[in-house]
C-alpha cells in the first residue's frame, strides 16, 4: 500500500508553510508574512521514527469569500482534505480562537477523519498558558509549537503517527505484477487501460476528470498475472476546478508506489508539456520500472521520420528515463497495444533481476582496467567490492577506500558498465559508495 497522506490546514498567515518546510525538510513551501501566499497545493514526503508518509501544504481556507482566488484556494484545501488519512488544523496562538478556526473546525470534524491541532507561534514556554482556549474548537487536545523554531513538533507527530491507518500485509503473489497508467487528465489513460484489457472496464469520455478515484483491475494474459491502476485525472466542481497541472499527483503517486512497472502516458496529438515531466519524474523517483507511452499516435499525420523525431524529443526532454522504452501506440485503434503487455514483462523482470556477486566484482574490476577511477590531490579511488543489496530497483553498493573520491561522472560509467552487461532495460539503477571497513 501507499505511505499516509498528511494534510495541512488551517486559515491564512497561521505558518501552515513554514511547518511543512520543517517536516519535509526542505524549503519548498515560499514562506512570507502575507495571507494567501500558497494559492495551490505543495507536495513532500516526511518521516519520523522510521515511518514515511506525503505531506500536502494547503492555501488559507476563508469562509463566505467572493474573491475568486480565495474560493479556489479553499477548493484546493478541501480535495487536499479528502486525500489526506490525518489532517493537521493549524492556529495562531497570538490571535487566539477564532470564527473561522471555529467554522474550520467544523467543516474537519464532519470528514470523520483524525485531526491533530496545533498552535503555532508558542515560541517561549511562557505562551503556553494560551492555549488552552483552543479546547473550545471541539477537536482535541491543543499541541503548543513553533514553526520557526521547530518546537513541539515532535509531540504533534507522535500524535499524527498514532492516527496512520495500519499497514496491511502483502498478500500479493510474488508472480503478479502490478502496473499503474500514469499521465495529466485526458492522455487517454482509461481509454488504454480498457484496450489492454480488451474491454470496457472504465468509463471514458474526452471530458478531462472522468476517473474520480484509482481502479484496481486484476486480469491474466497468457499465464501472467496482473493488477492495472488506472489513476484518477482532474476532477471539476462547478466554475471552480483545479488547472490540469494540479490535481492527479497525490493519487497518482500512491499509484506508483504501489506498482512494479509504470506507463506513463503522453498525448502524441498534444506533445510533451511540463506536468508530463513532472509526473514522470515521481515514477523514477520512487524507482519504480517505467515504460514511455505515446497514445493518440493515430491522430498524427505522420511521415516516415515523425517516429523518430519524436523519440529525439523524448529523450531530450526526459533525459533522466534514458533506460525507459517507448511504445507508440493508439488506445482508440488498438494500434500496437498488443506490444504493451511483453515489454511490461520485460521491464518486470529486469526491475527485480539479481547479478550474481562473482560476475559482478569481475565486471567491476574490468571496467577499473579499462578506465581507471579519478583520483584528487594524487589520492585515487580504489573499488574493493561490489555487491547487490537489493531489487526494485536494482541497487549496487560498491565498497571504496574513500566515498568523496567518487565523482558522478565515474558513478554513471560504472552504471553504464552494468547496464551494457546485463537486460536492465526499463528499470532504474542505484548506486551507493560506503568507505570500506
Known sequence: MGLPVVAIVGRPNVGKSTIFNR???????????????????????????NQYFHVIDTGGIEFGETDEILTQMRYQAELAIDEADVIIMVTDSRTGATDADLELARMLNRTKKPVVLAVNKVDNPEMRAEIYEFYTLGIGEPFPVSGSHGLGLGDVLEEVV???????????ADDVIRVSIIGRPNVGKSSLTN??????????????????DAIDTPFERDGQQYILVDTAGMRK??????????????????????SDVVLVVLNGEEGIIEQDKKIAGYAHEAGRA????????????????????????IREEFKYLDYAPILYVSAKTKQRVHTILPKVNQ?????????PTSVLNDLVTDA????????????????????????????????????????????RYIENKIREAFVFEGTPIRIWTRKKT
Open 23 to 49: 517536516l519535509v525538510g526542505e524549503r519548498i513551501a515560499i514562506v512570507e508574512d502575507k495571507p494567501g501566499v500558497t494559492r495551490d497545493r505543495l507536495y513532500g514526503k516526511g518521516e519520523w521514527l
Open 347 to 355: 521491464v518486470a523482470e529486469a526491475h527485480s533481476m539479481r547479478v
Open 195 to 212: 484496450a489492454i484489457l480488451g474491454e470496457e472496464r472504465v468509463i471514458v469520455s474526452d471530458v478531462a476528470g472522468t476517473t474520480r
Open 368 to 411: 577499473t582496467i579499462m578506465t581507471p577511477p579519478p583520483s584528487d590531490r594524487g589520492k585515487r579511488l580504489k573499488i574493493n567490492y561490489a555487491t547487490q543489496a537489493t531489487v526494485k530497483p536494482p541497487t549496487f553498493i560498491l565498497f571504496v577506500n574513500d566515498p568523496e573520491l567518487m565523482h558522478f561522472s565515474y558513478e
Open 162 to 172: 498514532r492516527h496512520f491507518p495500519a499497514r496491511e500485509e502483502e498478500d500479493q
Open 290 to 313: 517505467v515504460i514511455i507511452v505515446v497514445n493518440k499516435w493515430d491522430a498524427l499525420e505522420k511521415d516516415d521520420k515523425t517516429m523518430n523525431r519524436f523519440t529525439e524529443l
Open 237 to 258: 466542481r462547478g466554475k471552480v476546478y483545479e488547472t490540469t497541472e494540479k490535481y492527479s499527483v497525490m493519487r497518482a503517486m500512491r499509484a506508483i508506489e504501489e
